[in-house]
């Protein structure tokens, strides 16, 4: 099914926090792609894994901090990048990326995750 006819699906509010370290940026195609690395605690790791398991084939609508309008794209399998920076407050480090970034309004059809 193309992108533009994919369901979208809503990043999750509990989530959106780590949305505010997110890098835009063009891969060797010259398509957009974002990419966050980020420490996470238990909590925040079983709810990426969870929300990555709903979406299969399906754009993730992303809202970034200090923007009204929205990002869509398809959201990659999270990676492991290994020890967190804060070892007292966190787990781990985790990727979490996205591919076919494409700009534009907000979706309000979109599914809350």
Do not use: W, Y
């Given at each position: 099914?193309?992108?533009?006819?994919?369901?979208?699906?809503?990043w999750p509010?509990?989530?959106?926090?780590?949305?505010?370290?997110?890098?835009?940026?063009?891969?060797?195609?010259?398509?957009?792609?974002?990419?966050?690395?980020?420490?996470?605690?238990?909590?925040?790791?079983?709810?990426?894994?969870?929300?990555?398991?709903?979406?299969?084939?399906r754009q993730?609508?992303?809202?970034?901090?200090?923007?009204?309008?929205?990002?869509?794209?398809?959201?990659?399998?999270?990676?492991?990048?290994?020890?967190?920076?804060?070892?007292?407050?966190?787990?781990?480090?985790?990727?979490?990326?996205?591919?076919?970034?494409?700009?534009?309004?907000?979706?309000?059809?979109?599914?809350?995750?």
């Open positions: 099914m193309p992108l533009d006819q994919t369901p979208i699906v809503d509010a509990e989530l959106a926090s780590l949305l505010e370290e997110a890098q835009i940026a063009f891969d060797d195609d010259g398509k957009q792609v974002c990419r966050i690395d980020v420490d996470v605690d238990a909590a925040t790791l079983r709810a990426i894994h969870e929300f990555e398991a709903h979406l299969r084939r993730v609508q992303l809202k970034l901090a200090g923007s009204d309008e929205c990002i869509r794209g398809e959201m990659n399998p999270s990676l492991g990048l290994g020890a967190p920076s804060d070892r007292i407050r966190h787990i781990a480090k985790v990727r979490v990326s996205f591919h076919d970034i494409q700009g534009g309004e907000c979706v309000d059809e979109a599914d809350g995750g």
